[in-house]
């Protein structure tokens, strides 16, 4: 192989170090931009499950607040139920109650009508 002998300045000028100057920047801006990218994709792709789980739980959460509503609902129903229908056990306590002493009323006069009827007799 033929061995290429390259030129090198003999004396480094201000051109010729703001020319290295800029090619450096270049090549850092240019890695620093892949860099930056690679980094934000690394982000997004470790964030987006933890996002998604994130959605997930906050429907799950609507979903059992919704639910936990409706339940209330349920609930405060059947204790409307409940009290109509204790309501009802009490008028139905108290007319056999009444019914009873009438009926009472009724044995004591019989009872009364036995013992006059028997002294007749």
């Given at each position: ?7 090198k300045?003999?004396v ?7 020319q290295?100057l ?20 690394y ?26 509503q ?5 609930i ?17 306590v ?17 009872e ?10």
């Amino acid at each position: 192989m033929v061995q290429r002998k390259q030129k090198k300045p003999s004396v480094v000028t201000q051109h010729f170090v703001k020319q290295e100057l800029n090619a450096l920047e270049i090549r850092l801006n240019n890695r620093l931009d892949f860099k930056e990218q690679s980094f934000k994709e690394y982000v997004v792709s470790r964030l987006s499950p933890v996002t998604d789980r994130l959605k997930n739980l906050e429907s799950t959460t609507n979903d059992l607040t919704t639910g936990i509503q409706d339940v209330r609902g349920d609930i405060a129903a059947l204790g409307d139920k409940l009290d109509m229908s204790a309501k009802g056990i009490v008028q139905m306590v108290e007319r056999l109650i009444g019914m009873h002493s009438r009926i009472e009323e009724k044995v004591d006069n019989h009872e009364q009508r036995i013992t006059t009827l028997e002294a007749r007799a």
